[in-house]
């Protein structure tokens, strides 16, 4: 099995997504986008309590950890998921998981050889 360091390049990259979803409000905002599929801020706004230059600016901090993108629609912008940073979370979350499965396991040979 291979142990991924704890500096590795892909927890690294994950940060800045890890970051952008610290937020109850942009983890809400991708959480939406995730369900219902591209979105403008005005239904992005709907219902969520916060003004739409509150959702512009948390859309644009997922937008610089890269798991949105706006694409140009008429006078306004429609913001979708980028699926692979979405996909980097979860294999950062996996080989952590890894880390910990192995970690676990080392720690059961050391009390079963000492019982």
């Known amino acids: 099995m291979q ?3 704890p500096h590795s390049h892909v927890i690294v990259d994950a940060a800045p997504i890890f970051a952008a979803l ?7 905002i991708v959480a939406q ?6 979105q403008s ?5 709907d219902g969520a309590h916060v003004t739409r ?4 600016k948390h859309l644009h901090s997922l937008a610089r950890a890269g798991l949105v993108r706006a694409t140009p629609h008429g006078r306004e912008r429609i913001w979708e998921i980028e699926p ?3 996909v980097d979370v979860v294999r950062c979350i996996d080989e952590i998981s890894t880390q910990w499965n ?3 396991s080392r ?9």
């Open 53 to 56: 230059q509150a959702i512009s």
């Open 107 to 115: 720690l059961r040979l050391v009390v079963s050889s000492a019982a």
């Open 84 to 86: 692979q940073r979405l």
């Open 22 to 28: 610290g937020d109850p409000t942009r983890l809400r």
């Open 102 to 104: 192995e970690a676990i």
């Open 41 to 45: 801020i005005v239904r992005l706004t």
């Open 3 to 5: 142990t991924v360091q």
């Open 33 to 38: 986008l995730c369900a219902s599929g591209p």
